[in-house]
């Protein structure tokens, strides 16, 4: 950064133009846009500010990788407008690449961004530690930290899906996560992608928590049930079959009947309105109810349906029950009684066909 110092006179503007020329990086047409502009801010500051040839405009020139920045500063008693037409804002608006007007203890400043030739390849040849170091303090350093990570927050939210929450907004949580962790990253501590996939998946985890839950379940049974379904998927591909309760409370140390709980807490993401409309058909579960004439059974096929169930052996019986009336898929079947999905089906295909030759 090169601060410069002059004189209120009209021969500032031409020094200035020469600092310019001999500090920012800036290939000949923004050097030309650069030290136009300078050199109306310059001039419009001398008359319109009221200044006098005792008073000083301090300039400053401050290359980037970006951009080169170049502020005129002078005293003044009140904030400069933005719509002061006497200070040019017209041709900032017009050549530069962004620009603001500041005030404070008594000093005015406008500054102004010119863009140097090749800056996009600069900024996309910096190091990832070198765009989070700078991010903090400049809004295109965190843009550039956002696109370089934003698989990352894809990635988590796409292990959140399932779970009654649309996939645009898991994708708009992550990406909130992401900017935390861009905000609140401290390289001193370690490295970014750790603590980043923490924090994104701290706010999926808050987002489900309290949003996604058709019935209101406690808070540590829902922590415990998404623990659950996690460590279930694991053990799965490690052990190359279904993991069983068992196997999930000595992976996670908790006892058997804690796993089971969190398995049918689980169930409460699932739970949808019958005036919902299916995707494929544009119908309702209503609708189909009352259309269907088949699906209800008549009142006095009640009985013969429920001495059928009765008669079935126990095993089968609890099958019924946590698939049809629990709602469960075939997968926590087998996690809640310890077989693999396989045979789960199995028993369960045998189990209808008994149950229709009872009441057939």
């Given at each position: 950064?090169?601060?410069?110092?002059?004189?209120?006179?009209?021969?500032t503007?031409?020094?200035?133009?020469?600092?310019?020329?001999?500090?920012?990086?800036?290939?000949?047409?923004?050097?030309?846009?650069?030290?136009?502009?300078?050199?109306?801010?310059?001039?419009?500051?001398?008359?319109?500010?009221?200044?006098?040839?005792?008073?000083?405009?301090?300039?400053?020139?401050?290359?980037?990788?970006?951009?080169?920045?170049?502020?005129?500063?002078h005293?003044?008693?009140?904030?400069?407008?933005?719509?002061?037409?006497?200070?040019?804002?017209?041709l900032?608006?017009?050549?530069?690449?962004?620009?603001?007007?500041?005030?404070?203890d008594?000093?005015?400043?406008?500054?102004?961004?010119?863009?140097p030739?090749?800056?996009?390849?600069?900024?996309?040849?910096?190091?990832?530690?070198?765009?989070?170091?700078?991010?903090?303090?400049?809004?295109?350093?965190?843009?550039?930290?956002?696109?370089?990570?934003?698989?990352?927050?894809?990635?988590?939210?796409?292990?959140?899906?399932?779970?009654?929450?649309?996939?645009?907004?898991?994708?708009q949580?992550?990406?909130?996560?992401?900017?935390?962790?861009?905000?609140?990253?401290?390289?001193?501590?370690?490295?970014?992608?750790?603590?980043?996939?923490?924090?994104?998946?701290?706010?999926?985890?808050?987002?489900?928590?309290?949003?996604?839950?058709?019935v209101?379940?406690?808070?540590?049974?829902?922590?415990?049930?998404?623990?659950?379904?996690?460590?279930?998927?694991?053990?799965?591909?490690?052990?190359?079959?279904?993991?069983?309760?068992?196997?999930?409370?000595?992976?996670?140390?908790?006892?058997?009947?804690?796993?089971?709980?969190?398995?049918?807490?689980?169930s409460?993401?699932?739970?949808?309105?019958?005036?919902?409309?299916?995707?494929?058909?544009?119908?309702?579960?209503?609708?189909t109810?009352?259309?269907?004439?088949?699906?209800?059974?008549?009142?006095?096929?009640?009985?013969?349906?429920?001495?059928?169930?009765?008669?079935?052996p126990?095993?089968?019986?609890?099958?019924?029950?946590?698939?049809?009336?629990?709602?469960?898929?075939?997968?926590?079947?087998?996690?809640?009684?310890?077989m693999?999905?396989?045979?789960?089906?199995?028993?369960?295909?045998?189990?209808?066909?008994?149950?229709?030759?009872?009441?057939?």
């Amino acid at each position: 950064m090169n601060t410069l110092v002059f004189p209120a006179k009209a021969q500032t503007a031409a020094a200035a133009r020469r600092a310019i020329a001999a500090s920012a990086p800036l290939d000949p047409i923004r050097l030309a846009e650069a030290q136009l502009m300078v050199t109306e801010l310059v001039a419009n500051a001398i008359q319109h500010a009221g200044l006098h040839e005792s008073d000083q405009l301090s300039i400053t020139i401050e290359p980037d990788v970006v951009a080169v920045r170049i502020g005129i500063q002078h005293k003044a008693k009140a904030p400069i407008a933005s719509n002061h037409t006497g200070l040019g804002f017209s041709l900032i608006d017009r050549l530069s690449r962004r620009w603001g007007v500041e005030w404070a203890d008594g000093l005015a400043e406008v500054w102004f961004e010119v863009r140097p030739a090749g800056t996009g390849a600069a900024l996309s040849e910096l190091s990832n530690e070198e765009v989070l170091s700078r991010s903090k303090d400049d809004v295109r350093f965190r843009d550039e930290a956002v696109a370089r990570f934003r698989s990352l927050s894809s990635v988590l939210a796409g292990r959140f899906r399932g779970k009654g929450v649309a996939d645009a907004d898991l994708e708009q949580v992550a990406l909130l996560g992401l900017l935390n962790a861009i905000t609140r990253f401290d390289a001193d501590k370690g490295a970014f992608e750790p603590y980043a996939a923490a924090t994104i998946q701290g706010e999926l985890k808050r987002h489900l928590r309290d949003r996604a839950w058709s019935v209101r379940v406690p808070r540590g049974l829902q922590d415990l049930s998404l623990l659950v379904g996690r460590t279930a998927e694991s053990l799965a591909q490690s052990l190359g079959r279904a993991a069983t309760p068992g196997d999930i409370a000595r992976e996670l140390d908790i006892s058997e009947e804690e796993v089971v709980e969190a398995i049918a807490a689980n169930s409460a993401y699932r739970w949808e309105s019958i005036d919902a409309p299916n995707e494929e058909t544009g119908t309702t579960l209503a609708e189909t109810i009352r259309e269907d004439d088949d699906w209800a059974v008549p009142s006095e096929d009640w009985h013969e349906l429920s001495q059928g169930i009765r008669s079935l052996p126990a095993r089968e019986r609890r099958l019924i029950y946590l698939r049809f009336y629990q709602d469960l898929t075939q997968t926590e079947i087998a996690a809640q009684m310890g077989m693999s999905q396989m045979h789960v089906s199995r028993l369960l295909a045998r189990a209808l066909e008994l149950l229709r030759e009872k009441v057939e």
